[in-house]
């Protein structure tokens, strides 16, 4: 039987203790509760889908979508646009290359040997006597 005298400053250090006791066993139950899992380990098991963050956040997680599309289409724009710059630079270089052989047979058939045996032909010859040029001097009009 417990008929033990207790007294009074005893029994309320008996009653702190457990009431101590009571508060860590909460406390640790609380913390369990409380204790989630990483970041990660949510990602990887897709536990973040089904919490209230996903729900809060729906505007951030689009908009982090919207970036993440807009990176992908530049980067294919600029890989279009790349290839369209080779492909124009190509056609340049080629018209070039025309234009500078056209140039030379223009050069080549308008050369002076070139025109007169072609225009021998027609009796046509080159003159020996240099040419001459004339200039009239106009009369200076005076002002009356």
């Given at each position: 039987m417990e008929n033990d005298f207790l007294d009074r400053s005893q029994l309320e250090a008996k009653e702190a203790a457990e009431k101590a006791t009571q508060k860590?066993?909460?406390a640790k139950i609380k913390a369990q509760k409380n204790k989630r899992p990483s970041s990660f380990v949510q990602i990887l098991n897709g536990d973040f889908?089904?919490?209230?963050?996903?729900t809060k956040n729906l505007n951030f997680i689009f908009f982090i979508m919207l970036l993440l599309l807009l990176i992908v289409g530049k980067g294919y724009y600029g890989k279009r646009l790349s290839s369209d710059v080779l492909k124009t630079q190509k056609e340049v270089d080629e018209l070039t290359s025309d234009y500078f052989e056209a140039k030379a047979r223009?050069?080549?058939?308008?050369?002076?040997?070139?025109l007169v045996e072609k225009l021998e032909e027609t009796g046509l010859k080159e003159t020996v006597n240099?040419?001459?040029?004339?200039?009239?001097k106009k009369p200076e009009e005076t002002i009356e």
């Open positions: 860590r066993k909460k889908l089904t919490k209230e963050f996903m223009l050069e080549e058939k308008t050369r002076r040997s070139e240099p040419t001459k040029v004339i200039k009239i």
